[in-house]
């Protein structure tokens, strides 16, 4: 606590008396009670004599303080190192040795494979920041360093409501038991109670699909090298992917480097995940990589096509560094999501004429008045980064397109379009899995039309790249 009061000190308003008795007045309204403190004789004294209250009358109290000093001292710098201090002490007074080395006991023998799904539901909106945990003191360790919720409830309070819940029985009724020593400590038992009934009450984890998803663009310094970027997601519920370690080679590496991203995902963090969706980040001059086509046996001699056993999809990277685009990409994604249990809705399409300029003039004013058209089927294969149909498709927010990597071909590539066009366009990828399973059946697997389809499937509410570059980090200046 002592670091907290001198950081509290350096905050100029709590220096002043008056102050400081404002502070405790904008409190009631915070909290909706009045703390009892003592108007104690020193500045320092006063302080401590506030944090020991707050501590000791109301769960969030002490955030609340700083709060209603921020509103006295808003963007100031040692507010935010009182904060920090706040969340340093309430990490390591949450739970004692004795307490913890209890917990331990109580989840001895539990759900290894479904640890990272009970941390991860218990962390909420931060569980995009937490690394993937395998055993319960690691668990324990990452939830305890997490601020309580909105609530005032921990994170790992609800970890163990989450537990009990999942294995039912004596062991819940130890678990709750030592959950209900732990909020009665710091005055939140109604609060754990309205958690407990969540977790008793709500429905089973549902079934995860889990997503790889790899970047791959050009090497700004070398034209010969690619550099590679891979996202992966497995909550059944949330958005919240973990980005990987970066990796650059040429192409033929770089098609190992997937395979072996891929195996990883079979026998690590997706083995449980009902399927796994494979997405490609790509700029406008790589659209046309045949992806689905890489091999998942890397000098095995059997080659295994990626797309055969994963739904493969495209996602567009330039669209996603470009927040102007955005609007219309959303609102037809709304559109594509109206309508995703309907079947033979033709009115979403949209076939492409052609890439000469007036031709994609043409399709530029289309789609500024089609506003339902959500899928756009592409008369020519994107030519590296030339204007094409693919850019009008990525301007417009068009969020699904489709084409024929090859010039020869196209009408069965229309006539296979066609017959997809009669189910729903979520169904798509995996319709597109399926034809590329007729092909490896075919007589001539790389003549058939299912090797050479490309599909670009773009979902603005599964974000990976960030819509602007980070700010350049603001440099202290001294005082002269």
């Keep these: 606590m002592n670091l907290l009061i001198d950081r509290l000190e350096q905050i100029p308003s709590l220096r002043d008396p008056a102050s400081r008795r404002l502070c405790l007045d904008l409190l009631v309204?915070?909290?909706?009670?009045?703390?009892?403190?003592?108007?104690?004789p020193t500045t320092r004294a006063h302080l401590i004599g506030?944090?020991?209250a707050c501590r000791r009358q109301h769960p969030r109290a002490v955030y609340a303080f700083l709060d209603a000093v921020e509103q006295l001292e808003p963007g100031s710098t040692p507010?935010?190192?009182?904060?920090?201090a706040v969340d340093d002490m309430t990490a390591l007074e949450l739970v004692?040795?004795?307490?913890?080395?209890?917990?331990?006991?109580?989840?001895?023998?539990?759900?290894?494979?479904?640890?990272?799904?009970f941390v991860r539901s218990a962390a909420g909106p931060a569980a995009a920041l937490i690394a993937e945990e395998r055993y319960?003191?690691?668990?324990?360790?990452?939830l305890e360093r997490m601020n309580a919720r909105p609530d005032g409830i921990p994170p790992l309070l609800v970890f163990v409501e989450l537990l009990a819940a999942y294995f039912g029985g004596e062991r819940a009724d130890r678990l709750r038991q030592w959950n209900d020593r732990q909020a009665e400590r710091v005055g939140l038992i109604e609060g754990l109670h309205a958690v407990r009934h969540e977790a008793i009450t709500e429905s089973p984890p549902q079934e995860v699909v889990a997503y790889l998803v790899v970047r791959v663009e050009a090497d700004l310094l070398d034209a010969d090298q690619l550099t590679v970027t891979h996202w992966r997601q497995n909550h059944?519920?949330?958005?919240?992917?973990?980005?990987?370690?970066?990796?650059?080679?040429?192409l033929d590496a770089v098609r190992a480097h997937v395979a072996e991203l891929v195996a990883e995902a079979e026998s690590g963090w997706a083995r449980k995940a009902v399927t796994i969706q494979i997405e490609f980040l790509l700029p406008y001059d790589l659209l046309n990589l045949p992806v689905d086509q890489w091999d998942l046996e890397a000098g095995s001699g059997l080659p295994r096509p990626l797309g055969l056993h994963y739904q493969v999809v495209i996602r567009s990277l330039d669209r996603a560094r470009s927040p102007q685009w955005?609007?219309?990409w959303r609102r037809r994604?709304?559109?594509?999501?109206?309508?995703?249990?309907?079947?033979?809705?033709?009115e979403q399409w949209l076939w492409s004429e052609g890439t000469k300029p007036r031709q994609l003039g043409a399709l530029d004013a289309k789609l500024a008045v089609r506003k339902d058209v959500v899928s756009l089927v592409l008369r020519a294969a994107p030519d590296g980064g030339k204007p094409g149909e693919v850019i009008v498709g990525v301007r417009t927010g068009v969020p699904v397109m489709i084409w024929h990597r090859s010039d020869s071909g196209r009408a069965a590539f229309e006539t296979e379009v066609k017959a997809m066009m009669r189910d729903a366009l979520p169904d798509l990828a995996e319709n597109l899995r399926l034809l590329r399973s007729d092909a490896r059946q075919a007589p001539r697997p790389g003549s058939h039309v299912g090797s050479r389809v490309s599909l670009l499937w773009d979902d603005p509410e599964r974000p990976v790249e960030p819509p602007e570059p980070p700010a350049a980090p603001l440099e202290e200046v001294p005082a002269s």
Excluded: M, Y
């Design 333 to 346: 994604w709304e559109n594509l999501k109206a309508t995703s249990g309907l079947q033979g809705c033709e």
């Design 79 to 84: 507010v935010q190192r009182a904060r920090a």
């Design 29 to 40: 309204d915070r909290l909706g009670v009045r703390l009892v403190v003592e108007d104690l």
């Design 136 to 142: 319960p003191a690691d668990a324990l360790a990452t």
């Design 236 to 250: 059944p519920t949330e958005w919240c992917p973990r980005r990987g370690e970066p990796f650059s080679g040429d």
């Design 326 to 328: 955005h609007r219309e």
């Design 96 to 117: 004692g040795e004795n307490d913890r080395s209890e917990l331990l006991t109580l989840l001895g023998g539990g759900p290894d494979d479904r640890l990272g799904e």
């Design 50 to 52: 506030i944090v020991q």
